[in-house]
């Protein structure tokens, strides 16, 4: 097919780019939606667990706490001073990591913590200042009601997290009791732990399910891409086509919405189908009227020609009927070469077979312009040839015809003078490429889209030569040619230089 421009790149396909989610498969799209969903269900489940363990764990922290500064504040003889009453670590029930300290006026009189083989040690100064400072209860906890009215604070001492709690005593100091957080942390730490394992594994398993359930589910979808791709690709545009392809039953089952749309195709196709063999009957008749026409044309214009050449010998003419019988022949000769053009189409269209053969295109150039040169010696002809024969497989007479329509082209739509420069050589690609280039006006863009339409005329844009007519098929049969070697023809246009790319397969 003709493309009409100067040679441009094809614009890139969008590619998939995880920086722009457009571009994803909506089977990535699920899925991660899916599992971001499980992310933020997990992270809630998972938060709520935190806080409500956290909060359970406390509790009972703070009961066991309640009972040791229950113990530790009963302990002893209220008589004396803070520093002569008894060690409230030696009170009965007191265990492993427990830790009291007697505090008067403002200084630990006393104090310590059993260690976890059941040895008493002492307490750091840095340790005694906080304890000294801690907020003291109003009330004495009760045995077994909790922490009441007492304020229990976490904080971190040279032996770890505690949990504190000070009371005053009925007899006026402050023993302070505290709990090491050490058991409760490593069970919330499990906790979290467990938790994050079962989310990861979750989502592993819910990728992987999802994955596959999603991609089964899409199947449909992707059999409709497939179809669709493959119409995509049908030369719609001529020709007979067999638009045999359909979604198969299993993606148009009308129960499913996916199914509902790979039906809807279906019966897409069989329309269009019947359009397109409709299409094709009328383009047979049409063909086969033309070159039969055509074809029958051909023996009175024959005769035609025949008649005109006997009288001009034969019969004595006044100027006027000279004229009149000059006019006669040429308009049979264009006719001739009208009806010629229309068979030469016919017989493209019909996908007549090439005659298939080494052809010099070095050769068969440098014969045509020599042709061109007697018929219009007012124009300038230049060739510029490689320094080696370029041969390729090819109809030569359809060739010829070619080189022959692209350079009566430029002859006849340029005024006397016109450079008219034909070249060939290979392209980057290794293409065989027939350039014809003139420095005639130009074409106008919005005429340079349709000059390989038939019947289409650039008259306008370009001064004819010599009052010649145009048939308006010369670069339809260019074309047409070009693209039954499996090639293509290209047209670039601005006032001053016109060119005409032709290229072929190399041999």
Known sequence: MASVGSLSAAEPRPGHSWRNPD???????????????????????????????????????????????????????????AGTRPDPLEARGQGAGTLNARVAEGNVAVGGLISADGKRLSLQQSDAVKLASLPVSSQPPGDNSGLGATTAVDRSLSVGEYRLVAVQTAYGDVVVTGLPLA??????????????????????????????????????????????GQVAQLPLDAGEVALAVRVPA????????????GNALNRMLDNVAGALEARQASETRVRQFVADASHELRTPLTAIRGYTDMLKMTEPLTEQGTESLGRVESQSQRMTRLVEDLLTLARLDEGQALKLGPVDLTQLLVETVTDQKVIAPDHIWRLDLPDEPLEIRADGAKLHQVFVNLLSNARKHTPAGTTVTASVGRSARGEAVITVVDDGPGIPAELQERVFSRFARADQARTASGGEGSTGLGLSIVEA???AHGGTVELTSRPGRTEFAVYLPAA
Do not use: N
Not at 46 to 66: C, E, H, P
């Open 183 to 228: 058991q409760k942390q490593a069970t919330l730490g499990s906790l979290v732990l467990t938790t994050l394992l079962v989310s990861l594994g979750g989502l592993v398993l819910v990728g992987l399910l999802g994955t596959w359930i999603i991609r089964r589910t899409m199947k449909p979808l992707e059999e409709l891409s497939r179809v669709a």
């Open 481 to 483: 040619i070009v693209a």
């Open 23 to 81: 571009t994803w498969h909506l089977r990535t799209k699920l899925v991660l939606a899916t599992m971001l969903l499980l992310v933020v269900i997990c992270s809630v489940v998972g938060t709520l667990l935190y806080a409500s363990m956290d909060r359970v764990l406390t509790q009972q922290l703070d009961a066991q706490l309640a009972q040791a500064s229950h113990r530790a504040a009963e302990f002893g003889s209220p008589s004396g001073s």
């Open 250 to 261: 299993s993606a148009a089952h009308p129960g499913t919405e996916v199914g509902q749309v």
